[in-house]
């Protein structure tokens, strides 16, 4: 029984790790940049954007241009908050590769 017990133990160890990793995630935010710089995007860690701004000289030019630099900002903050995200999750659940042997965290 004893074995049982540090089974359960462990694995309320790894759900309050996953929680903890699950706020980190939510907290996370990026940036994605384009062209030049001129239009700039901000995810949150589920992806809602919080923050976008475009270049006033942009204004002037036709809506396709900015259109098609929004999309390139916001694939570009959505790399790099995936990224975040993932060294997160590596980060909060480190060290838990030997509580269960032949478990594998799914990522």
């Known amino acids: 029984m004893k074995d049982l017990s540090k089974i359960m133990q462990q694995a309320q160890q790894m759900q309050a ?10 907290a996370t935010e990026a940036d994605g940049i384009a062209g030049a710089g001129l239009v700039k995007v901000r995810l949150k860690g ?9 270049d006033p000289s942009l ?3 036709d809506a396709e241009i900015i259109e ?6 916001h694939s570009d903050a959505r790399k790099r908050l995936e990224e975040a995200m993932e060294k997160a999750m590596k980060e909060a659940t480190s060290g838990m590769s030997g509580m269960m042997p032949g478990f594998k965290m799914p990522f």
């Open 17 to 26: 790790k996953m929680q903890e990793a699950q706020e980190k995630v939510e």
């Open 46 to 54: 589920k992806g809602e954007m919080i923050g976008l701004e475009i």
């Open 59 to 61: 204004l002037e030019d």
């Open 68 to 73: 098609d630099l929004v999309k390139a900002a």
